[in-house]
T-cell receptor, first 113, second 111 residues
Framework: GNSVTQMEGPVTLSEEAFLTINCTYT??????LFWYVQYPGEGLQLLLK?????DKGSNKGFEATYRKETTSFHLEKGSVQVSDSAVYFC????????????FGSGTRLSIRP | SQTIHQWPATLVQPVGSPLSLECTVE??????LYWYRQAAGRGLQLLFY??????ISSEVPQNLSASRPQDRQFILSSKKLLLSDSGFYLC??????????FGSGTRLTVV
C-alpha cells in the first residue's frame, strides 16, 4: 500500500541555516505530494504541493520537487527563521476520489536565534 | 476557500463520560470530511471519513463513532471515554488531489 517515510526529528538549526527535511514515498500510480506545517497548539496548514513528476511546489521560501525517479519530495529552505519552528508533515494522496491523504510521522523543527 | 470550525478547543473529561465533538465547514458544499487523532508527539491517525450525508467509513476499530447529520456537519462521539482516547482531534475537509483544509483542533484529556 501507499506509505510515506520522513526523517525523524527533532531537527535543531541556527537562524539563517539551510534546511532539508527528507521525505520518500511508496505509491502505485501517480500520487499528489504535499507538505503540511503545524505550529504549536494549532491544526495543520497546507504549505505546498506538487501533483506530477518534476513539479516544484513553493511557498514562504520553502520548496520541494516531486522526484519520481527517487520517489522523493524533500523540503528545503535556504535561510530559516525562528518563526519556522514547527512540526512538518510530508503526505501523499492516491488517485481516486475515495482515497485518503496519507501522512508521514512528522518532523519537529526548532530554530535557535 | 473553505473554513473549518471545531469546538471546543480544549476539553477535560472523566473516564466513562460521553463525548461529542463538532466540526462544521463553510465555503463549500458536499465536502469530503475527515476526523484525525494526533497522540502527543506522534503523527496523524485517520479515524473516520465521510463522502456524504449519512456515509461514514471507519479506518480503525475503536471506542469512537462518527456521524454526518448535515452536509457540512461532522460529529465525533463516544458513549464512554477511555484514558487512551486522550489526544488532539482534527477535522479536515477537501479533495485528495488538492490537499485538505484543517480545523484548529480539540485537545481532549481524559482523566
Amino acid at each position: 500500500g501507499n506509505s510515506v517515510t520522513q526523517m525523524e526529528g527533532p531537527v535543531t538549526l541556527s537562524e539563517e541555516a539551510f534546511l532539508t527535511i527528507n521525505c520518500t514515498y511508496t505509491a502505485t500510480g501517480y500520487p499528489s505530494l504535499f507538505w503540511y506545517v503545524q505550529y504549536p497548539g494549532e491544526g495543520l496548514q497546507l504549505l505546498l504541493k506538487a501533483t506530477k513528476a518534476d513539479d516544484k511546489g513553493s511557498n514562504k521560501g520553502f520548496e520541494a520537487t516531486y522526484r519520481k525517479e527517487t520517489t522523493s519530495f524533500h523540503l528545503e529552505k535556504g535561510s530559516v527563521q525562528v518563526s519556522d519552528s514547527a512540526v512538518y508533515f510530508c503526505a501523499l494522496s492516491g488517485y481516486s476520489s475515495a482515497s485518503k491523504i496519507i501522512f508521514g510521522s512528522g518532523t519537529r523543527l526548532s530554530i535557535r536565534p | 476557500s473553505q473554513t473549518i470550525h471545531q469546538w471546543p478547543a480544549t476539553l477535560v473529561q472523566p473516564v466513562g463520560s460521553p463525548l461529542s465533538l463538532e466540526c462544521t465547514v463553510e465555503g463549500t458544499s458536499n465536502p469530503n470530511l475527515y476526523w484525525y487523532r494526533q497522540a502527543a508527539g506522534r503523527g496523524l491517525q485517520l479515524l473516520f471519513y465521510s463522502v456524504g450525508i449519512g456515509q461514514i467509513s471507519s479506518e480503525v476499530p475503536q471506542n469512537l463513532s462518527a456521524s454526518r447529520p448535515q452536509d457540512r456537519q461532522f460529529i465525533l462521539s463516544s458513549k464512554k471515554l477511555l484514558l487512551s482516547d486522550s489526544g488532539f482531534y482534527l477535522c479536515a475537509s477537501g479533495q485528495v488531489n488538492y490537499g485538505y483544509t484543517f480545523g484548529s483542533g480539540t485537545r481532549l484529556t481524559v482523566v
